[in-house]
T-cell receptor, first 112, second 116 residues
Framework: TQLLEQSPQFLSIQEGENLTVYCNSSSVFSSLQWYRQEPGEGPVLLVTVVTGGEVKKLKRLTFQFGDARKDSSLHITAAQPGDTGLYLCAGVTVTGTYKYIFGTGTRLKVLA | EAQVTQNPRYLITVTGKKLTVTCSQNMNHEYMSWYRQDPGLGLRQIYYSMNVEVTDKGDVPEGYKVSRKEKRNFPLILESPSPNQTSLYFC???????????????FGSGTRLTVV
């Protein structure tokens, strides 16, 4: 059972556009993280959000953790070709055993 | 530089020919893990290791073996590879298992395996 659903699955946009990627679950998470995976490389951790409602900014990227800690979003302002890659959310549920789960992924392509 | 090093990056092999993918980390991490990544299926955990000599199955362990004789190394062994093991493999490490939710993983660059 996939507990972390990401949307959209694919996204192709022009340079300069804004976009939002969503990571949703019916489960509560103690924290959520976002990774970016560039073609031919392993995922790289971008951010960890821990508190419900928390907002973190990393240059043009804004990450938000839902108030109920069941969802998260990643907003990119003025996307650039260098933002191209696979974005993965991941986290640990608070219920049951401690298990680290990856989301289904969003593949982003930014066209110059 | 803190990193996870996997070798080889690319490998084409034939069905049934034993192979080993090496993984080494230089961060003194206790927790190490192997994942495979397939289109439409995402990252799936194969095996993990909490510490030296402590390994356990992940979600898709069939056809794989691992060992953890030293803290820094965690090789993945395919005793008799089959075409359904064609995939992109990642080794990853974290300071400790319960640190994952805060520090996340450091991943290697991946090994693209093709079994013909």
């Amino acid at each position: 059972t996939q507990l972390l659903e990401q949307s959209p699955q694919f996204l192709s946009i022009q340079e300069g556009e804004n976009l939002t990627v969503y990571c949703n679950s019916s489960s509560v998470f103690s924290s959520l993280q976002w990774y970016r995976q560039e073609p031919g490389e392993g995922p790289v951790l971008l951010v960890t959000v821990v508190t419900g409602g928390e907002v973190k900014k990393l240059k043009r990227l804004t990450f938000q953790f839902g108030d109920a800690r069941k969802d998260s979003s990643l907003h990119i302002t003025a996307a650039q070709p260098g933002d191209t890659g696979l974005y993965l959310c991941a986290g640990v549920t608070v219920t049951g055993t401690y298990k680290y789960i990856f989301g289904t992924g969003t593949r982003l392509k930014v066209l110059a | 530089e803190a990193q996870v090093t996997q070798n080889p990056r690319y490998l084409i092999t034939v069905t049934g020919k034993k192979l080993t993918v090496t993984c080494s980390q230089n961060m003194n991490h206790e927790y190490m893990s192997w994942y495979r990544q397939d289109p439409g299926l995402g990252l799936r955990q194969i095996y993990y290791s909490m510490n030296v000599e402590v390994t356990d199955k992940g979600d898709v362990p069939e056809g794989y073996k691992v060992s953890r004789k030293e803290k820094r190394n965690f090789p993945l062994i395919l005793e008799s590879p089959s075409p359904n093991q064609t995939s992109l493999y990642f080794c990853a490490s974290s300071f400790e298992y319960h640190d994952l939710g805060y520090g996340g993983y450091t991943f290697g660059s991946g090994t693209r395996l093709t079994v013909v």
